[in-house]
């Protein structure tokens, strides 16, 4: 699942999808009202899915668990253990998500961090945004290993890489030496 293009906007409830970039703001495409609009960096901070994680407890030590990886459990448990209702209380929004990532760290990932990972969650299921990041993973990676191998000649048939042209590379420029200054003629009065 690619959740890189994927942001939510204070005061704009729900998910929403990055059209385009400017250098005041973004565009996105507000999935809720059904358009697309302006929203400035000034006035409002943007957080990408995709940076967001959750404080968990290993065997190593602290660490995070990215918020992708979280909804992909959330998907799997989702016909066993369907997500608890945003404003049930606070215990059962905390044995829900136990259920989800049993080793979450109690102390930091806080009832409102829960609440709204399930908002997110219900609103990417309800408006497709799940099936629509797995289409575009799956883009992704049936581009890549095609590209990957143009770039790095790796894994080519010999027959392939016998009709591969050679090409000489050329020398790198060397440092240019400084020009004197222009002498520049004073004007007499």
Same mark, same amino acid.
């Given at each position: ?47 990408? !899915? ?42 059962? !929004? ?49 581009? !890549?290993? /095609? ?12 027959? /392939? !890489? ?28």
């Amino acid at each position: 699942m690619n959740i890189d293009k994927y942001l939510v906007v204070p005061g704009a409830p729900g998910v929403h999808k990055l059209v385009s970039s400017r250098a005041n703001g973004v565009i996105i495409d507000d999935r809720k009202e059904g358009r697309t609009r302006f929203v400035p960096v000034r006035q409002q901070q943007i957080t990408p !899915l995709a940076t967001v994680a959750v404080y968990t407890f290993t065997e190593e030590g602290e660490g995070t668990v990215p918020l992708v990886e979280v909804f992909q459990k959330m998907l799997d448990l989702h016909d066993t253990t369907p997500p608890a209702d945003p404003k049930a209380s606070s215990p059962a !929004l905390r044995a829900y998500f136990t259920a989800v990532l049993p080793d979450h760290d109690r102390d930091r990932v806080h009832i409102g961090d829960i609440q709204k990972c399930i908002k997110w969650y219900n609103f990417m299921r309800e408006h497709g945004i799940f099936e629509e990041a797995k289409r575009e993973a799956e883009k992704i990676a049936a581009d !890549l290993p /095609a590209e990957a191998l143009a770039k790095e000649g790796a894994d080519l048939p010999a027959e /392939a !890489l016998a009709k591969e042209e050679v090409v000489e590379k050329k020398p790198a420029k060397k440092a240019t030496e400084e020009k004197p200054a222009k002498k520049v003629a004073k004007s007499k009065k």
